[in-house]
Nanobody
Framework: VHVVESGGGLVQAGSSLRLSCAAS????????MGWFRQAPGKEREFVAA???????LYADSVKGRFTISRDNAKNTVYLQMNSLTPEDTAVYYC?????????????????WGQGTQVTVSS
């Protein structure tokens, strides 16, 4: 399974960005997909996840601002990020599980992309 993120960039606080993640190989619709992020000097943290059936889960820090969605026809998952703050600055990673159920533990995800940088200036 090959996972590729895109859509990162440099934006001002209060702006929006949409990240995309294309996953090839296997049956995409049966996989749970997750977004994680890692800021300099910090551990990788859970951001959002979506199950194969579309159930979603969010970290408290992004709830109400970020939306995860998936298009199974395009083998793609999205992360719409609104009202960005400098605290959202990080490398954002997309990950895929071999199973449909979602989890917040990054160690339970089997395939990872290379990451995309999101920088929010104040």
């Amino acid at each position: 399974v090959h996972v590729v993120e895109s859509g990162g960039g440099l934006v001002q606080a209060g702006s929006s960005l949409r990240l995309s993640c294309a996953a090839s190989g296997g049956t995409f619709s049966s996989r749970a997909m997750g977004w994680f992020r890692q800021a300099p000097g910090k551990e990788r943290e859970f951001v959002a996840a979506i199950s194969g059936s579309g159930y979603t889960l969010y970290a408290d820090s992004v709830k109400g601002r970020f939306t995860i969605s998936r298009d199974n026809a395009k083998n793609t998952v999205y992360l719409q990020m609104n009202s960005l703050t400098p605290e959202d600055t990080a490398v954002y990673y997309c990950a895929a599980r071999s199973l449909a159920s979602i989890l917040t533990n990054p160690q339970r995800y089997d395939y990872w992309g290379q990451g995309t940088q999101v920088t929010v200036s104040s």
